[in-house]
């Protein structure tokens, strides 16, 4: 198993056991660190996501043509497949990744935890929820710059990418 299927396997462990005990308790705002341990996790998957395609890029382009032999982070039946590929993982990732933080923001917001006549209100819990949601919309924008990312390096051109 490669390190993208374990962060992947690990970050929904982790979601599954938080959003469980958080059910089965009165420990709803466990939900409110959902959106931070996301981020970590975004960030390992789409470094390992980036490294890949900077590795694919330098063998399409950089590594001179005498001495490589034909890799498949090279070859043109990579090239023709990434292009369909690439965007079916991107959306698979944002949903595994993506969906969880946004579901337990809106049951914290359903739930009134918000509400400055509820009984769980505070000023640091209000704060945390508005981190949370800036983080989960950061989360989603490091997603889809892996995805371009990925995208162009796969079409040898990376100098948009940093344009």
């Given at each position: 198993m490669g390190?993208?299927?374990?962060?992947?396997?690990?970050?929904?462990?982790?979601?599954?056991g938080?959003?469980?005990?958080?059910?089965?308790?009165?420990?709803?705002?466990?939900?409110?660190?959902?959106?931070?341990?996301?981020?970590?996790f975004?960030?390992?998957?789409?470094?390992?996501?980036?490294?890949i395609?900077?590795?694919?890029?330098?063998?399409?382009?950089?590594?001179?043509c005498?001495?490589?032999?034909?890799?498949?982070?090279?070859?043109?039946?990579?090239?023709?497949?990434?292009?369909r590929?690439?965007?079916y993982?991107?959306?698979?990732?944002?949903?595994?990744?993506?969906?969880?933080?946004?579901?337990?923001l809106?049951?914290?917001?359903?739930?009134?935890?918000?509400?400055?006549?509820?009984e769980?209100?505070?000023?640091?819990?209000?704060?945390?929820?508005i981190?949370?949601?800036v983080t989960?919309?950061?989360?989603?924008?490091?997603?889809?710059?892996?995805?371009?990312?990925?995208?162009?390096?796969?079409?040898?051109?990376?100098?948009?990418?940093?344009?």
């Open positions: 390190m993208r299927d374990t962060v992947t396997l690990a970050y929904v462990s982790l979601v599954a938080f959003m469980g005990y958080a059910a089965a308790s009165d420990r709803q705002n466990l939900l409110l660190l959902l959106p931070y341990l996301t981020f970590g975004v960030n390992i998957f789409s470094h390992h996501n980036m490294v395609g900077a590795l694919g890029y330098f063998l399409k382009k950089e590594l001179p005498s001495s490589r032999s034909v890799h498949w982070d090279g070859s043109k039946t990579l090239e023709g497949y990434q292009n590929f690439v965007l993982r991107s959306l698979s990732a944002a949903m595994i990744f993506l969906a969880p933080p946004t579901i337990a809106v049951l914290l917001w359903y739930w009134g935890f918000l509400s400055v006549e509820s769980y209100y505070s000023t640091i819990r209000f704060i945390a929820w981190a949370g949601l989960t919309l950061a989360s989603a924008y490091l997603l889809w710059r892996v995805h371009r990312f990925r995208l162009l390096a796969a079409e040898g051109d990376l100098k948009r990418y940093f344009t």
